[in-house]
């Protein structure tokens, strides 16, 4: 992709953050996670010489090996997607700067005593399944206080930093507005328990997320479409 195109793609993008950010108040101040799963290393690459620092993959294999090739630059990684066991050891290995999918008590379990042996912790946000749909990981809202606290209190390898939620699969925008919410007014009570990421927001909706209280995005398609 061209890097005048790419350019034109993420400054839309930043303007729409802006608009939507400054809508719920000056000093909130919302962070843009780029996606690069449907997009070339190169892009990567060019992105990164027009300003963008923080990179997010939901494979463990590809966020590896983009990690390795883009070694040299002083950029951070996101893992966002769903973790399978036996990838554990990969993605600490990785050492990310935050892992946005811990979905269960049960993952949990197993992260920290990995990381416990490897004498590492991991910064990581709860997973919320706020629309409560069944082709979606995460805890469900109604549990999600409590997973929070057990695990801050079990699992001290694991940081945890907050939340993070995918808005509802629908067209309907007040069901994707409300999953949002709910996944907002969690974030609020977790803030006792020092959460300060609120991660929600993909290409369809981040405007919205935002206006809801996200100041963490995941945007993919929206910055690398042709
Ligand atoms: C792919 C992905 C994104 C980005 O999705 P787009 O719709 O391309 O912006 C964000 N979050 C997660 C968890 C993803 O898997």
């Given at each position: 992709m061209n890097k005048k195109h790419l350019s034109a793609n993420l400054d839309q993008v930043i303007w729409n953050i802006e608009e939507a950010r400054i809508s719920v108040g000056e000093h909130h101040i919302v962070k843009l996670v780029a996606v690069g799963?449907?997009?070339?290393?190169e892009d990567i690459s060019t992105l990164y010489t027009l300003g963008q620092r923080a990179f997010g993959e939901n494979q463990v294999q590809q966020l590896k090996a983009r990690m390795e090739a883009l070694e040299a630059l002083p950029l951070e990684w996101h893992m966002l997607g769903t973790l399978q066991k036996n990838k554990i050891n990969n993605l600490i290995d990785l050492r990310?700067?935050?892992?946005?999918s811990l979905d269960s008590l049960d993952l949990a379990k197993e992260l920290n005593a990995k990381l416990k042996k490897k004498e590492t912790t991991m910064n990581c946000l709860l997973q919320i399944n706020a629309a409560n749909e069944s082709t979606k990981s995460g805890v469900r809202v109604e549990e999600a206080v409590d997973i929070y606290q057990k695990i801050q209190e079990h699992y001290p390898q694991i940081n945890l930093k907050g939340v993070m939620s995918i808005g509802?699969?629908?067209?309907?925008t007040k069901i994707i507005q409300k999953s949002f919410e709910q996944t907002y007014s969690l974030y609020e009570k977790l803030q006792k328990n020092d959460a300060t990421v609120c991660s929600m927001g993909m290409s369809s909706d981040y405007e919205l997320a935002i206006k809801c209280g996200s100041n963490l995005v995941r945007v993919g398609t929206a910055i690398f479409k042709n």
């Open positions: 799963k449907y997009t070339e290393v990310p700067t935050l892992f946005h509802a699969h629908t067209q309907d």
